[in-house]
Structure formats: C-alpha cells, structure tokens
Nanobody
C-alpha cells in the first residue's frame, strides 16, 4: 500500500519560486515512477512532470519546461517539484501520483497560488 502526502504549496508572486515535496509511505516507492499533476478550477487535471525510478528519464509539460524541475530521493521516499519563474497560469492544486504510466495512488493535493 502507498500513501502520498504533498507539502510546500502556498501563495507566491509571479516570478517567484516554490518547492513542492511529496512523501511516500510503503516499500514500493523506489520501484515506481512518480508524477506531478495539477488542476486549476474548471480545468482538466493535467500532467506537469514525471520521473522514472532512477531519475534518469524525465518528462515535462511544454508549459513548464525550463521553469520546473522534478527530482527524487529514493532514500527518503520523496519526490520534489522545484518551480521557478512562476506565472499566474501556474495557479492550481498540485497532486503527487504514482506510478507514472497509469497513476493509481494520489496525494491529497497542495494549493499553489500565484499573484501578480
């Protein structure tokens, strides 16, 4: 069984940065690629970034390429999303999910709000 808990969200001005963390319980973390999704009000949930078990394979949504960085620390059962140069359109609830191909485990979400 896997339980995911996100943290690090908050209110930030456009151009600022936030670092999201997702801690995972259970022994399967190191065997699962991890994902970050986000959902804005009235919008579809979208994949933001995903990372393979070793961290060697990484994908980003076009909208965040060059600004966001996904990483993981398997020893700590944690996946991170470093978000730089934040834009108003990045405002959403961000969710950690696993595994990366067809997620079946989801965190509760953490709110990221970007203001002008």
């Amino acid at each position: 069984q896997v339980q995911l808990v996100e943290s690090g969200g908050g209110l930030v001005q456009a151009g600022g940065s936030l670092r999201l963390s997702c801690g995972a319980s259970g022994s399967m973390f190191s065997r699962m690629g991890m994902c970050w999704y986000r959902q804005a009000p009235g919008k579809q949930r979208e994949l933001v970034a995903r990372i393979s078990t070793s961290g060697s394979n990484i994908d980003y949504a076009d909208s965040v390429k060059g600004r966001f960085t996904i990483s993981r620390d398997n020893a700590k059962n944690t996946v991170y999303l470093q978000m730089n140069s934040l834009k108003l359109e990045d405002t959403a609830v961000y969710y950690c999910a696993a595994p990366w191909a067809q997620p079946r485990y989801w965190g509760q979400g953490t709110q990221v709000s970007v203001s002008s």
